[in-house]
């Protein structure tokens, strides 16, 4: 059974950076997609960036220049480095995986083609 767990969630002031990490039971190989999604309360799950077995990436416009994906040398892990926080980046965090990879833009960082979850870490940016 796939596992993926993610930390480095916390609390940071406005400007901060935080690095989430996932950790994941299988090698990330193993997946066509990985991705990073959040969820602000009473908000729906947003994508905010991916990565492909290709090594191609996508990322949403509100964290481009900020946020960084990337697979880590172990190879069943997947970091987020985020910069220049702000209070409308808090939300949980959800790393996610995939088994398939997706040409299309629009389907890259759509929660529904993403078939494992971790349980999420929380970001909270005070202003």
């Known amino acids: 059974q796939v596992q993926l767990v993610e930390s480095g969630g916390g609390s940071v002031e406005a400007g901060g950076s935080l690095r989430l990490s996932c950790v994941g039971s299988v090698y990330t190989g193993s997946f066509g997609s990985m991705a990073w999604f959040r969820q602000a309360p009473a908000k729906e799950r947003e994508g905010v960036t991916m990565?492909?077995?290709?090594?191609?990436?996508t990322t949403v416009d509100s964290v481009k220049g900020r946020f960084t994906i990337s697979k880590g040398n172990a190879k069943n892990t997947l970091y987020l480095q985020m910069n220049s926080l702000g209070p409308d980046d808090t939300a949980m965090y959800y790393c996610?995986?995939?088994?398939?990879?997706?040409?299309?833009?629009?389907?890259?960082?759509?929660?529904?083609?993403?078939?494992?979850w971790g349980q999420g870490t929380q970001v909270t940016v005070s202003s």
């Open positions: 990565i492909d077995i290709n090594g191609r990436t």
């Open positions: 996610a995986a995939a088994r398939n990879v997706y040409s299309d833009s629009s389907r890259r960082l759509d929660p529904v083609n993403y078939n494992y």
